[in-house]
């Protein structure tokens, strides 16, 4: 098992675990995590999660069956729906929202996974070291979440700012240095298979993305516009307008949702009225 964790991973577990003993110790934090956990559990996160598993296992199946997936890239398979699929889900609603969404979802992916965070996991510092650097890291990045919008604490973000990146600096050039040193190690198939498979797999998972937003899009909609509808007909003339209309076409959608003043629809006059005048 503990041949399966490299040292920052048992790094992170041991302090992982800490915080989670110090913290359920806590009777106030022991109330929020049962409502945390009963929203974490709430059907719709379920059926995400589930589609989003399916959908990964599929993929992992594909690059088996292309012989390019492997036993020993489990590890990286597992960390990767963890780091950036579940992330990236969590986020859809927000960034589906901008127009270049699909740059955003691509190179939110890809940030801190494909090069220095692979490079730098495939060396690790002695488990001593990472037991130092894991919680110092975490304190800085998180710090840095917190004041990054607060103009008060612009110099305390940019001092982060520059913590962050020596350390990204140092733990490159280290990388480096140790790559030269057993660069027969490092050249060869197996590591350039670790390194396209975050790539791969965030390619891969941006059509999922993109139709599980087109599917919230299309839930909120029917909703907003549809509540008023009383007959079953009218709902089924409703849903096949969106669908006839709309079909795949995201930024039509949101262009729809961001001009619609949603008028009472009460029947299949209003639904006309409603789509003809955004045809116009």
Same mark, same amino acid.
């Given at each position: 098992?503990?041949?399966?964790?490299?040292?920052?991973?048992?790094?992170?577990?041991?302090?992982?675990?800490?915080?989670?003993?110090?913290?359920?110790?806590?009777?106030?934090?022991? +109330?929020?995590?049962?409502?945390?956990? +009963?929203?974490?559990? $709430?059907?719709?996160?379920?059926?995400?999660?589930?589609?989003?598993?399916?959908?990964?296992?599929?993929?992992?199946?594909?690059?088996?069956?292309?012989?390019?997936?492997?036993?020993?890239?489990?590890?990286?398979?597992?960390?990767?729906?963890?780091?950036?699929?579940?992330?990236?889900?969590?986020?859809?609603?927000?960034?589906?929202?901008?127009?270049?969404?699909?740059?955003?979802?691509?190179?939110?992916?890809?940030?801190?996974?494909?090069?220095?965070?692979?490079?730098?996991?495939?060396?690790?510092?002695?488990?001593?070291?990472?037991?130092?650097?894991?919680?110092?890291?975490?304190?800085?990045?998180?710090?840095?979440?917190?004041?990054?919008?607060?103009?008060?604490?612009?110099?305390?973000?940019?001092?982060?700012?520059?913590?962050?990146?020596?350390?990204?600096?140092?733990?490159?050039?280290?990388?480096?240095?140790?790559?030269?040193?057993?660069? $027969?190690?490092?050249?060869?198939?197996?590591?350039? +298979?670790?390194?396209?498979?975050?790539?791969?797999?965030?390619?891969?998972?941006?059509?999922?993305?993109?139709?599980? #937003?087109?599917? #919230?899009?299309?839930?909120?909609?029917?909703?907003?516009?549809? $509540?008023?509808?009383?007959?079953?007909?009218?709902?089924?003339?409703? $849903?096949?307008?969106?669908?006839?209309?709309?079909?795949?076409?995201?930024?039509?959608?949101?262009?729809?949702?961001?001009?619609?003043?949603?008028?009472?629809?009460?029947?299949?006059?209003?639904?006309?009225?409603?789509?003809?005048?955004?045809?116009?």
């Amino acid at each position: 098992m503990f041949n399966f964790f490299g040292n920052r991973e048992l790094a992170i577990i041991f302090w992982l675990s800490v915080f989670l003993i110090f913290s359920l110790s806590r009777k106030k934090v022991r +109330k929020s995590s049962v409502q945390l956990v +009963k929203t974490f559990f $709430h059907h719709k996160i379920i059926a995400s999660i589930l589609l989003m598993t399916i959908y990964v296992e599929l993929l992992v199946i594909g690059l088996l069956e292309l012989g390019f997936w492997e036993q020993a890239l489990l590890k990286d398979t597992v960390l990767w729906p963890i780091i950036v699929g579940f992330p990236l889900l969590l986020k859809l609603d927000k960034i589906s929202g901008e127009e270049n969404y699909l740059k955003t979802i691509f190179f939110d992916g890809i940030k801190g996974i494909v090069l220095i965070e692979f490079i730098a996991n495939f060396y690790n510092f002695s488990l001593f070291a990472e037991l130092i650097i894991i919680p110092v890291m975490s304190i800085i990045v998180i710090s840095q979440v917190y004041t990054k919008d607060n103009p008060k604490y612009k110099p305390v973000d940019k001092l982060f700012k520059n913590l962050v990146t020596g350390f990204g600096i140092i733990v490159f050039i280290n990388t480096c240095i140790q790559i030269y040193n057993g660069f $027969h190690e490092f050249a060869n198939i197996f590591t350039l +298979k670790t390194l396209l498979l975050p790539i791969i797999l965030t390619i891969a998972f941006i059509p999922f993305l993109y139709l599980y #937003s087109l599917w #919230s899009l299309y839930e909120i909609l029917l909703l907003r516009t549809g $509540h008023r509808l009383d007959k079953f007909w009218d709902r089924l003339y409703l $849903h096949w307008k969106f669908f006839s209309t709309f079909f795949l076409n995201h930024s039509k959608l949101r262009k729809f949702r961001r001009g619609m003043e949603f008028e009472q629809i009460h029947n299949q006059a209003d639904i006309k009225k409603v789509f003809n005048e955004f045809d116009k």
